[in-house]
């Protein structure tokens, strides 16, 4: 079992950048998959980014060169530094872990990028 809590949502102007932080409730090492999606309005659940315990993260083309997913070991956490924001990724992020076939959602933080 995985609970996940999310932070560092908020507004932030095109071109600005913001530090979005999951905290789970247990060694990333005993999860099997950690990631990043989002959902804009009117459009469909997407995958931002995803993470395995040793291998090196995948990213979604419209944000590769902008976004970095940065695993943190020592404190159970999985961050997303996203740089050079765009009006487009407006959108509820939401951390996802999955663990032995069972999948775990955070609640969701908004990230508004409007000037």
């Known amino acids: 079992q995985v609970q996940l809590v999310e932070s560092g949502g908020g507004l932030v102007q095109p071109g600005g950048s913001l530090r979005l932080s999951c905290a789970a409730s247990t060694s990333l090492y005993s999860i099997d998959s950690m990631g990043w999606y989002r959902q804009a309005p009117g459009k469909q659940r997407e995958l931002v980014a995803d993470t395995r315990r040793w291998g090196s993260s995948n990213y979604a083309d419209s944000v590769k060169g902008r976004f970095t997913a940065i695993r943190d070991n020592a404190n159970n956490a999985l961050h997303l530094q996203m740089n050079s924001l765009k009006p487009e990724d407006t959108a509820v992020y939401y951390c996802?872990?999955?663990?032995?076939?069972?999948?775990?959602w955070g609640q969701g933080t908004q990230v508004t990028v409007s000037s």
């Open positions: 996802n872990a999955n663990q032995q076939g069972r999948t775990y």
